[in-house]
């Protein structure tokens, strides 16, 4: 999930670039139901969203039996050591700052869904645009 528009654009170039697929939300209550939908395969989570912050709608999935598997990683430009610990708190395995290189998003991607791209597999999620993520 990603509220900058302009950010949310390169975000999706960056991943489709890489071989997935990528599919936008508009707010968390979108996300959330895309999530439970589609079961993708990794989760990108803004902490600033529309109508919640990203570690109240990752709590949300993680109570979910349908969504609670799934990785969900911070994708921010809050650098507070306090919004890390609530992140972490409620599930959230990584903590990428904004701007994210290429690379690291790859190599995120990859860490998340067990390597590369296959088909139908892998499906991460982008949230505030929720993004799926698959081949």
Do not use: C, H
């Amino acid at each position: 999930m990603e509220d900058n528009k302009d950010s949310l654009e390169i975000l999706g170039l960056r991943v489709t670039a890489i071989g997935y697929q990528v599919i936008k939300a508009r707010n968390s209550k979108e996300a959330i139901a895309f999530a439970e939908a589609e079961g993708p395969d990794l989760i990108f989570m803004d902490m600033e969203l529309p109508d919640a912050d990203g570690v109240k709608t990752t709590a949300i999935l993680k109570q979910n039996p349908k969504t609670s598997r799934i990785p969900v990683v911070a994708l921010t430009a809050w650098m507070s050591e306090l919004w890390r610990e609530k992140a972490s708190k409620v599930g959230i395995v990584s903590y990428l700052l904004k701007p994210v290189s290429p690379q690291t998003l790859k190599q995120t991607i990859e860490k998340f869904t067990n390597g590369s791209p296959s088909p139908a597999d892998n499906r991460p999620l982008e949230f505030n645009s929720p993004y799926w993520i698959g081949n």
